[in-house]
Each structure stands twice: as structure tokens, then as C-alpha cells.
């Protein structure tokens, strides 16, 4: 007989014997009645099912290595990456990754043989049985309503205690719940605990996998976790009673780590190894030295990466705390990802290999803002969507929301400094001119004026910044003049400015003019038309 099956029987034979002494029953009666409080609609049905779970089970292990090798065989010819597998998320896995593809593989198999015999459909008709025989919902569904659920009950927790009395604001108030609104959300959070607890059991054998407990015994044992776990018990215990769940409290502590959110079981609370069978999303608790996550992201999403790195390296550079940190971020990926495709070569050029040299700018313009924003909240998804559950990639994603505080800091220091129109364009020379192409210079003021390429390269950011404010004030009036609302932050706004930016010609000043008013007259010597943008010393003075 499995453990599965002793346990699952002493439970109802226990149960049963406790009936009979708190009323004058049969032996059989409270058997039955036992059942049925348990799920089933009767004993009859409880030893059925028993039978069913102790052959599932034997033949389980007889063909789980066979079964399993057949599994990773079908998944390594799936194309895609990461790849939804019978509408469950969280199990994710490279095609070309021979080993992590069997450990997805001997999970799933796990998966369902603990469906089939935690969850079996034809038990989960009744309410009672609803509530025993309970399928594991999706990781990222379980995994969102533990983050919301917590507070979910502690606000219904006291607006039960808070009651509204009747006054001419009553209406503010947040009213009680109903019994049914709160036994719903406290099942929810529940059943959301007990699909990680089960999800994060699956590295053992068929055996254990199937030890793990039904939803209501591990529910009972979760409620005493959660009821320790509260500053305010009273109001907890006052929410249990009024969704009619109170009873589901079991006495015994140290069953639940609310923390880790896994079932630690009776027998094996005093030997468990919390750093054994390490699995990011599926398996148990993670592993404090791992180096990397056990997944591998393809080399298109590393692209991806560095793309959105490179961008806003671009625009950060005048902040070198910003810089320290994208370099860590930078180090980080391109470690993981030599390891992941084994070449650390190919890993540098990805992510190293790309860069170009931009000049500093002391602040960034509302379009470049939202740029840098939008690339590093690309950067999170891609991680959080790639990469499991585990300590590297919370390390890593800590990192990236310091990068996200320090950029937030510096928005709020520098805000409406790009409207600033004195602000310096660094030059290597004393002065430039941004002109119309089709207009040419005269002949006998050549020599000192060169054309320059100042778009595409390292002074493009620089440009920009200096003439946006000139440009600002004149576009907007024409758009809200034909009806559109402008904003300097849409990237239409930035494109304007860079078309506009590419269609001049741009002449840097060679000549022997120290002061502003020589200057200009060299200007009115060489070009005979109005020049679109004139700086000098590094300001623009037209």
C-alpha cells in the first residue's frame, strides 16, 4: 500500500471512529459519512478511488524513466521559446538545452500523475468535494493573487470590524462583507498557496510527489500560518467565522513556511534539505549559491537586452551611479548568457560589442525620458517573462529598480531644464552654422568654413538637446493651430526635430574671429542667405 493510500485511509477510518463516539452510529454509516465530508459520495467510492491511486501510482514508477525520456524527446522538436505547454505557463525551456529539457519533462510527468489522483475529474462534482480534490491553477495566476490576496483580506478583515453607522457620509464607508464574498477570496488565496506548494514539490520520486497533502488539510495548516503571521489575530479569526471556514484551522504550527509558500509535511520537517532538487519555477526552494537561473534565454531575447541597454546607456551617461549600474546589469547578462550558449566570445560581442561613444548631456528631453523609461521596463519584462523564479534573477531585478530610483531621482532634479535655450553645445571648434544644402558658400570665404557630419555622430544627443527648445515653442503653436494636441514627449515630437536636424547642412568655423561680432560678420560674408541655426562658443545665438 502507497503512503498516498495509507494516509488518505487512516484519515477517513480516524474520522470515522471520531463520529461514532460523538453520536450512536454504525461502523459502516460513519465510514460513509466520513467519505462524503472528505469529497466522495460514499466509502464505497473512497476505496475505488484509493485502488485507482495505488495502481496509478505503481505504474508511475515502473514507467516514469521510460515516460519521461519519451516526454523530452516530443519537447525538444517543439519550436519556440518560451513555449505554453497544455495551456500551463511557468514550465519553460530551450530546445537545445538537452538536460534542463528533461528535468521539464520528469516535472510535467509529476504534474500529472498528481493531478490524476489529487484532482480526479470524476470527484469534483460537490461542493465538499471541491474542496478536497483541487487541480494546481497556473504559476503566474498563482503566483499574482498571493502578491494581491493578502491584502484583499485585510481590508475585508476591517471592514467587517469597522461597521459603517448610519450618518449622511455613510456612503464612504467600505461595506462588510457577505459571507460568500469572503469565504471566495480567502479560498482564492488558499488555493493559490497550495498550487505553488505543489508545483514547487515536484522533484522527487512519484511517491512523494503524491504524498503531498489534499487542498483542505493544507488549507487548515496555511490558515494557522496565516493567522501567526498577523499583528490583528482577532480580526482575522472574526473573517474566518464569518465566511464559515473557522473549523479549517488546525492547531499544529511549523507545517507551512508562508515565506518559501511550500508544504514542509509531517514526516520530513526535520530532514528536509532546502537547497535539494533546485528548480526555478517548478521544485523546491531555491538554491542561495546558485549562480545563474536553470533556464536559458534565446539568443534573440539576449539581442533584445542589449538593445534596450545600449539605448539607454546612450542617454545616461553624464550619471555615473546610472553607469554603474547598467554596467553590473551589462556583466550580469553576458555572464549568464556564456554560460547559457557556452562561449563567452559570442556572449561580449551581444552585449560589448556594440557600443558607441556619445558626448555627456547634463539633462534629457521629455521624449528622451520616456525613451529610457520605456527601454528599461523592456528590460524587466524580458527577465521576469525569460528568466524563473529564483535568487539570481531577484538579484538582478533588484538591480534594475535601483537603476529605475537613481533615474527617477534625476528626472526630479533636472525637470523643465530642456526648455533651457542657453543651453552650451560642446564644439571642437568656435563656431557652426546649420544651413539649407541647396544654398553655397561664398567662394573667397571658404577656406574658413568646413563642412562637417554632425548627424550619426557623437554629438547628435548634444545637438538635439540644444536645439529643441529653439524648435518647441513654434511647432507647438502650428500643431494646436491645426487642431492637434502637442506633446513634446510623443516620439513624432523627437522625429520632427531629427528630420529637420538631417535635411541642413552643417559648417564648423576654422577661422581667426575671437568675439561675437566678428564672428557674425564672417557668417554675413560667407552666407548670403539667413542660416537656419548659428552657434558660437558652444551657445546658440540664432
Known amino acids: 500500500m502507497s503512503s498516498y493510500t495509507s494516509r488518505l485511509q487512516r484519515h477517513l477510518k480516524n474520522h470515522a471512529k471520531q463520529l461514532r463516539s460523538a453520536a450512536d452510529t454504525r461502523h459502516s454509516e460513519a465510514l460513509d459519512i466520513a467519505a462524503a465530508d472528505f469529497g466522495f459520495s460514499g466509502w464505497k467510492q473512497a476505496t475505488a478511488h484509493m ?25 525538444r522538436v517543439l519550436p519556440g521559446y518560451p513555449y505554453r505547454l497544455e495551456g500551463r505557463t511557468g514550465v519553460r525551456f530551450e530546445p537545445a538545452d538537452k538536460q534542463q529539457t528533461e528535468a521539464v519533462a520528469k516535472r510535467l510527468v509529476l504534474l500529472q500523475l498528481f493531478e490524476d489522483i489529487h484532482a480526479p475529474k470524476g470527484l469534483c462534482h460537490s461542493v465538499s468535494a471541491r474542496l478536497w480534490f483541487r487541480a494546481p491553477m497556473l504559476f503566474d495566476d498563482a503566483a499574482e493573487i498571493c502578491q494581491g490576496a493578502p491584502w484583499k483580506i485585510r481590508r475585508l478583515s476591517n471592514a467587517l470590524m469597522n461597521e459603517p453607522k448610519a450618518s449622511e457620509n455613510a456612503w464612504l464607508h467600505v461595506q462588510p462583507p457577505t459571507p460568500e464574498v469572503a469565504r471566495i477570496t480567502i479560498i482564492e488565496y488558499l ?11 515536484l522533484t522527487g520520486s512519484p511517491e512523494g510527489v503524491v504524498g503531498h497533502p489534499g487542498f483542505k488539510e493544507f488549507a487548515g495548516f496555511a490558515l494557522n500560518a496565516l493567522l501567526a503571521g498577523k499583528e490583528s489575530k482577532e480580526t482575522l479569526l472574526k473573517l474566518l467565522d464569518h465566511a464559515g471556514i473557522s473549523a479549517w484551522v488546525q492547531a ?37 549559491r546558485l549562480r545563474r537561473p536553470l533556464n536559458s534565454l534565446s539568443h534573440e531575447k539576449h539581442e533584445e537586452l542589449s538593445t534596450a541597454l545600449a539605448r539607454v546607456c546612450k ?27 557556452g562561449g563567452q566570445e559570442r556572449a561580449n560581442k551581444c552585449y560589448f560589442g556594440m557600443s558607441r561613444a556619445y558626448r555627456a548631456v547634463p539633462f534629457l528631453a ?15 519584462d524580458c527577465i521576469e ?23 527617477d531621482r534625476w528626472m526630479e532634479k533636472t525637470e523643465g531644464h530642456w526648455q533651457n535655450t542657453t543651453h552650451k553645445l560642446p564644439m571642437d571648434s568656435i563656431g557652426l552654422v546649420a544651413t539649407d544644402p541647396k544654398h553655397e ?17 557623437s554629438s547628435e544627443a548634444n545637438l538635439i538637446a540644444a536645439i529643441r527648445p529653439h524648435l518647441f515653442n513654434s511647432w507647438k503653436e502650428d500643431e494646436e493651430g491645426l487642431g ?28 581667426e574671429a575671437l568675439t561675437r561680432l566678428q564672428y557674425e560678420k564672417e557668417v554675413r560674408k560667407a552666407f548670403y542667405f539667413e542660416p537656419e541655426h548659428v552657434w558660437f562658443k558652444q551657445r546658440k545665438i540664432r
Not at 441 to 457: C, F, N, P, R, Y
Open 366 to 380: 521629455p521624449a528622451e525620458e520616456r525613451a529610457v523609461r520605456t527601454a528599461i521596463q523592456a528590460i524587466r
Open 191 to 201: 488555493h493559490a498557496l497550495h498550487s505553488i506548494s505543489v508545483i514547487r514539490s
Open 315 to 341: 542617454l545616461v551617461q553624464v550619471k555615473a551611479s546610472l553607469e554603474r549600474n547598467l554596467s553590473e546589469i551589462r556583466e550580469t547578462l553576458a555572464g549568464w548568457m556564456a554560460l547559457e550558449i
Open 484 to 511: 492637434y494636441e502637442f506633446d513634446a514627449a510623443d516620439f513624432d515630437s523627437e522625429q520632427s526635430i531629427l528630420e529637420h536636424l538631417h535635411e541642413l547642412a552643417f559648417y564648423r568655423y576654422t577661422g
Open 441 to 457: 558658400l561664398s567662394l573667397d570665404s571658404e577656406s574658413v568654413w568646413k563642412q562637417t557630419a554632425i548627424m550619426g555622430g
Open 385 to 407: 517573462a525569460g528568466y524563473e523564479h529564483c535568487t539570481p534573477r531577484s538579484r538582478l531585478l533588484g538591480q534594475i529598480l535601483q537603476l529605475q530610483q537613481k533615474f
Open 51 to 75: 485502488a485507482m491511486a495505488e495502481i496509478r501510482i505503481r505504474d508511475a514508477q515502473a514507467s516514469f524513466a521510460s515516460e519521461v525520456i519519451r516526454l523530452a524527446a516530443e519537447l
Open 252 to 288: 499544529t504550527s511549523g507545517l507551512i513556511d508562508p515565506k518559501r509558500l511550500s508544504w514542509v509535511g509531517r514526516q520530513e520537517s526535520e530532514s528536509l534539505q532546502p537547497n535539494e532538487g533546485v528548480s526555478m519555477v517548478i521544485g523546491s526552494p531555491l538554491h542561495s
